[in-house]
């Protein structure tokens, strides 16, 4: 497994796998209109990276643990007649601060915390490729299973209802998808992008696609373009990979408002 | 036979607000029954709250076991995010061929338009598709919540001929919300007339004759005129600028029915 000790091979299997898991489950934060919604739950994974630190916990079930119980607890306030963008802009905050004096308290992790802030794609292990393989196949798997019922549900709670579809279970199966994304996602490009990851390829696959289908996957297409270029980008000029990649990916954005928008 | 929904002693609340109190009843197989009442009596709530869709405060919804619903709601927004052709939302959340498709457009009167974007459809080119969308389910029942919103007069009319041909053609029995009561009142079975509680229910004769339903929509004098002058007043309540005819001073509209259930 040479090509595996290879840091460059393996960030780029590691940032492509995770399109996988943000193309289609992007396509559905945009449709949704879920995009404050994934910054938030990206943000409380600080929390869950410092709390696992602090009692030895693996990373990413810690980190898994603490996005999904953000991801509950806002959905749940939300419907006690909070408003979602206060509850969000709260819990959201809050959880990184909270994360951040945590991480204080650890020794070592201090020097770290950048590296979960920002990702560091460069320094991903086989461990951590087999991890976000896993888990971006296990939200792949969970989107496809669901695919009409999801798609039922975002186009019409109501109309989903009257089809015998419960529109609470297909938002907690998209919670949780987004929960493990943001778990594996957080090595890669930081808490504080992930959720460019998930809306930038999306809303470019927008421009492209005439189906959901379709724009789920021009979302893989366009995400595995940006990572690649990143790294690139990340290697020539000595730019932080997170970022870079991010950054390709807004310039793809860019690029595609010059097209026609189709349909 | 039994009844397709009933509704025993249903209450909805809305927070602090009573939406409906105490609603019995029923909808049985192949029957048109139509919901009357003012703005604001509750009348999406019931359906809402007989699909499913809103918990009864008190009081229950029975639905047959397996019932199978088409439902076409008041409103639909749909996301310009979202890619999606006529096509393939007919595919929702069951997926049918082209032909079935094809077939379901022709018959609610927009053939053709398939491969349309969903969001750029007119809204009674999309009031149809919602109505094809469904038949597509093969419902015993079809719930209709203000279906003829968007539409002309003329096709207000060829709606509910259609309306009364799926229900000959497939015996599913069909419950919908109108405002168009001189035209409801000769297309259904049964009308309810709801004002926050059923104020009264029958035939279409029946109820056009109750004391309750004059208090709200006639004014004693009744004759399809009148109503119809009743029902512009309602429509138009929201709006400020609204002149009272001196002929139809609001204030004479006894707005409950005889009892308050505040």
């Given at each position: 497994m040479t090509m595996l000790d290879d840091f460059l091979i393996r960030a780029a299997l590691a940032g492509v796998g995770l399109t996988f898991a943000t193309g289609p489950l992007g396509s559905f934060v945009v449709w949704r209109r879920m995009a404050y919604f994934g910054d938030a739950t990206a943000h409380a994974a600080i929390l869950g990276v410092a709390l696992s630190f602090g009692l030895g916990m693996p990373f990413y079930a810690g980190t898994l643990l603490v996005a999904l119980t953000m991801a509950i607890a806002v959905t749940r306030l939300s419907r006690r007649g909070q408003s979602m963008d206060t509850v969000l802009g709260v819990i959201a905050h809050s959880a990184l601060a909270f994360g951040l004096v945590a991480a204080s308290f650890i020794s070592g992790l201090r020097v770290d915390l950048s590296a979960f802030l920002f990702?560091?794609?460069?320094?991903?292990g086989r461990g951590d490729v087999a991890v976000i393989w896993a888990g971006a196949a296990a939200v792949v798997a969970m989107l496809v299973w669901r695919w009409q019922r999801l798609l039922t549900a975002t186009v019409n709670e109501e109309l989903a209802q009257a089809s015998g579809i419960a529109p609470e279970r297909e938002r907690l199966f998209l919670t949780l998808a987004l929960a493990l994304t943001v778990a594996v996602a957080i090595k890669i490009v930081g808490a504080l992008l992930i959720a460019a990851m998930l809306i930038v390829p999306a809303a470019t696959a927008r421009r492209l696609a005439r189906s959901p289908e379709g724009m789920a996957l021009w979302a893989v297409a366009v995400g595995a373009a940006s990572v690649l270029a990143g790294l690139w980008a990340s290697l020539t000029w000595?730019?932080?990979g997170g970022p870079s990649i991010v950054a390709a990916s807004a310039i793809l954005f860019a690029l595609s408002c010059l097209i026609r928008a189709r349909s | 036979m039994t009844s397709l929904i009933s509704a025993r002693g249903l209450s909805v609340r809305h927070g602090q607000t009573e939406?409906?109190?105490?609603v019995d009843m029923d909808i049985a197989p192949g029957e048109i029954v139509t919901v009357v009442g003012p703005n604001g009596s509750g009348k999406s709530t019931l359906i809402r709250a007989l699909i499913g869709l809103e918990q009864a405060a008190t009081g229950q919804v029975t639905r047959a076991p397996g019932l199978v619903i088409g439902y076409v709601p008041q409103k639909l927004f749909i996301d310009a995010s979202l890619p999606l052709t006529v096509r393939r939302f007919l595919s929702l959340p069951h997926r049918v061929s082209d032909a079935e498709a094809q077939a379901a457009l022709a018959r609610t009167g927009v053939?053709?338009?398939?491969?349309?974007?969903?969001?750029?459809?007119?809204g009674g080119q999309f009031q149809r598709v919602l109505l094809a969308r469904a038949l597509l389910v093969k419902p015993r029942i079809l719930i209709l919540d203000e279906?003829?919103?968007?539409?002309?007069q003329p096709g207000t009319a060829a709606f509910y001929r259609l309306i009364a041909q799926v229900r000959h053609e497939t015996g599913a029995a069909v419950l919908m919300v109108s405002h168009d009561l001189h035209v409801v009142m000769a297309a259904s079975d049964r009308v309810i007339c709801l004002n926050?509680?059923?104020c009264c229910a029958g035939t279409p004769r029946v109820v056009s004759e109750a004391p309750e339903y004059r208090a709200l929509f006639?004014?004693?004098?009744?004759?399809a005129f009148a109503l119809y002058r009743h029902m512009h007043d309602h429509d138009h309540e929201?709006?400020?600028?609204?002149?009272?005819d001196p002929a139809h001073p609001h204030a004479a509209h006894p707005h409950s029915c005889a009892h308050d259930h505040a």
């Open positions: 990702g560091d794609i460069l320094t991903v000595d730019t932080p | 939406v409906l109190v105490d053939p053709g338009i398939d491969a349309r974007p969903i969001s750029g459809l007119s279906p003829t919103q968007g539409l002309d926050g509680h059923v006639g004014l004693g004098t009744g004759g929201a709006d400020a600028g609204h002149g009272n």
